[in-house]
């Protein structure tokens, strides 16, 4: 079954084909550098680009599947959650397409794709189930008991920040631009780790709940403490960026390391650790969760490619070829609050 996927939750163009769940035969994704200068993501700059992108998108994604839209099974889409006039352009293009070539179209949860992203260039059977899966990005961190591919149970999520946000915030606040993630990552390389002692919040021993605010305004006392001093700049013998990026990343690690420990412990018969979101993305986490499941005796699963971890429309693909049963003739409403 050929599956063709938008995904426009937020500042990203993405179209892809996907066979059975798992064989991607093309993922065009065209991002929008037109938010560096902001800061983050602005909603009117992004759906005027989404408007203008999706065709050129679907065209090049068309050309590298080698098929045409008569050929595909179904269509699907990202309905929510996410920025409402992003979402529209995609419900609204795949609405359209839905219509005009007489395809059933199955409406997406944006998480629920990320879930799936563990699916893409693998077989279908690699998962052993139960699973944990930690979804990470820039507005969720989310943990999750997936005891088969369409059942799932909420363990704990975020009470304030989302990492990925902590992540961007942190890159602002350093000046270093946006998005965060792989910037700060970057400066991580050559810094100290031990260098900052940040806060780990403790929000109760069985709490599997995450909380990031406390590192952000650590992050921002010792940023505003340096300030001060005019000195944000690193020099040959000043490396506070690189220092205070590897001491935040860390943090982050052992934030998500403690919270798997625990919940491996209530819940002994999980058999996979999953990790996926863009801040799957990220080499120094990747390690430390790989190292936990190693000595947990589970098996770890990242998504195949860096592409698959950050947002991209082959996950709704994977994830609509699991909720076929959702597919509809009627118009499919973005939803930016959908509930998973
Ligand atoms: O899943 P995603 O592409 O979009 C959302 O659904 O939010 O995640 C984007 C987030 C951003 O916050 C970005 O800074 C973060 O993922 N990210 C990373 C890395 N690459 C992307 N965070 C840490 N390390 C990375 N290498
Ligand atoms: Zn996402």
Same mark, same amino acid.
């Given at each position: 079954?050929?599956?063709?996927?938008?995904?426009?939750?937020?500042?990203?163009?993405?179209?892809?084909?996907?066979?059975?769940?798992?064989?991607?035969?093309?993922?065009?994704?065209?991002?929008?550098?037109?938010?560096?200068?902001?800061?983050?993501?602005?909603?009117?700059?992004?759906?005027?680009?989404?408007?203008?992108?999706?065709?050129?998108?679907?065209?090049?994604?068309?050309?590298?599947?080698?098929?045409?839209?008569?050929?595909?099974?179904?269509?699907?889409?990202?309905?929510?959650?996410?920025?409402?006039?992003?979402?529209?352009?995609?419900?609204?293009?795949?609405?359209?397409?839905?219509?005009?070539?007489?395809?059933?179209?199955?409406?997406?949860?944006?998480?629920?794709?990320?879930?799936?992203?563990?699916?893409?260039?693998?077989?279908?059977?690699?998962?052993?189930?139960?699973?944990?899966?930690?979804?990470?990005?820039?507005?969720?961190?989310?943990?999750?008991?997936? =005891?088969?591919?369409?059942?799932?149970?909420?363990?704990?999520?975020?009470?304030?920040?989302?990492?990925?946000?902590?992540?961007?915030?942190?890159?602002?606040?350093?000046?270093?631009?946006?998005?965060?993630?792989?910037?700060?990552?970057?400066?991580?390389?050559?810094?100290?780790?031990?260098?900052?002692?940040?806060?780990?919040?403790?929000?109760?021993?069985?709490?599997?709940?995450?909380?990031?605010?406390?590192?952000?305004?650590?992050?921002?006392?010792?940023?505003?403490?340096?300030?001060?001093?005019?000195?944000?700049?690193?020099?040959?013998?000043?490396?506070?960026?690189?220092?205070?990026?590897?001491?935040?990343?860390?943090?982050?690690?052992?934030?998500?390391?403690?919270?798997?420990?625990?919940?491996?412990?209530?819940?002994?018969?999980?058999?996979?650790?999953?990790?996926?979101?863009?801040?799957?993305?990220?080499?120094?986490?990747? =390690?430390?969760?790989?190292?936990?499941?190693?000595?947990?005796?589970?098996?770890?699963?990242?998504?195949?490619?860096?592409?698959?971890?950050?947002?991209?429309?082959?996950?709704?693909?994977?994830?609509?070829?699991?909720?076929?049963?959702?597919?509809?003739?009627?118009?499919?409403?973005?939803?930016?609050?959908?509930?998973?």
């Amino acid at each position: 079954m050929k599956i063709l996927a938008f995904e426009t939750s937020c500042d990203d163009t993405a179209v892809a084909i996907v066979e059975d769940g798992c064989r991607v035969l093309a993922s065009v994704r065209v991002s929008q550098v037109e938010h560096n200068e902001w800061g983050g993501v602005v909603p009117e700059i992004a759906a005027r680009l989404h408007a203008e992108n999706w065709r050129g998108a679907l065209e090049q994604c068309l050309g590298v599947a080698e098929i045409s839209i008569t050929a595909i099974d179904a269509l699907a889409v990202t309905q929510g959650p996410g920025l409402q006039t992003s979402l529209l352009s995609g419900t609204t293009a795949a609405n359209f397409l839905a219509q005009l070539y007489q395809k059933p179209l199955i409406p997406v949860h944006h998480i629920y794709g990320h879930l799936c992203s563990v699916f893409l260039d693998r077989d279908l059977n690699t998962v052993q189930f139960p699973a944990l899966v930690l979804t990470v990005s820039g507005g969720h961190t989310d943990l999750y008991l997936w =005891k088969t591919a369409t059942e799932w149970e909420k363990l704990g999520g975020t009470l304030d920040d989302a990492a990925g946000e902590a992540f961007d915030k942190t890159a602002k606040m350093l000046g270093l631009g946006y998005p965060g993630g792989p910037i700060v990552s970057k400066n991580a390389e050559n810094g100290d780790r031990n260098a900052y002692q940040l806060p780990v919040p403790n929000l109760g021993k069985d709490s599997l709940d995450f909380s990031f605010s406390g590192v952000k305004a650590a992050v921002y006392r010792l940023i505003e403490t340096r300030k001060d001093k005019s000195r944000l700049v690193p020099t040959e013998d000043d490396n506070f960026i690189n220092d205070l990026c590897a001491s935040f990343e860390s943090t982050v690690a052992t934030i998500f390391t403690k919270k798997i420990t625990t919940a491996l412990a209530q819940h002994p018969g999980v058999k996979t650790l999953c990790f996926v979101g863009g801040v799957s993305a990220n080499t120094h986490i990747r =390690k430390a969760l790989e190292t936990l499941s190693q000595q947990s005796g589970i098996q770890f699963l990242r998504p195949e490619k860096l592409e698959y971890c950050t947002d991209n429309a082959a996950m709704i693909a994977s994830a609509a070829y699991f909720q076929k049963d959702r597919a509809t003739s009627a118009y499919v409403e973005a939803d930016p609050r959908l509930k998973l």
